[in-house]
Nanobody
Framework: QVQLVESGGGLVQPGGSLRLSCEVH????????AAWYRQVAGNQREWVAS???????NYADSVQGRFAISQDNAKNMVYLEMNSLKPEDTAVYYC???????????????WGQGTQVTVSS
């Protein structure tokens, strides 16, 4: 009943920027944690960025200083701002959200459907 819907992917030139969006559809109490992963066909899914409920963020070395994760609790949205994009950033990007369905309940984790980002000249 709760789904994540991603958008914002596309084709950009090296050095360009994209902003990915991840919207929570359905009823939740709050977003507890948020993260972004990416995957190239045939490879393992790799972690890119994460944000905990207190606001602290962490990034993979490969995107440090270029990507930024953020969220808007009023809109139940999670974002990934990507700048100075490189061809090696090309992948399918997946949003991951941890949330509570009820106060004091277990934290559940769900995935978005993925959105393609292609960086090429």
């Amino acid at each position: 009943q709760v789904q994540l819907v991603e958008s914002g992917g596309g084709l950009v030139q090296p050095g360009g920027s994209l902003r990915l969006s991840c919207e929570v559809h359905g009823t939740i109490r709050m977003i507890n944690t948020a993260a972004w992963y990416r995957q190239v066909a045939g490879n393992q899914r790799e972690w890119v960025a994460s944000r905990v409920s207190g606001g602290a963020t962490n990034y993979a070395d490969s995107v440090q200083g270029r990507f930024a994760i953020s969220q808007d609790n009023a809109k139940n949205m999670v974002y990934l701002e990507m700048n100075s994009l490189k061809p090696e950033d090309t992948a399918v990007y997946y949003c991951n959200v941890g949330y509570r369905g009820r106060p004091g309940g277990a934290i559940r984790t769900i995935w978005g459907q993925g959105t393609q980002v292609t960086v090429s000249s």
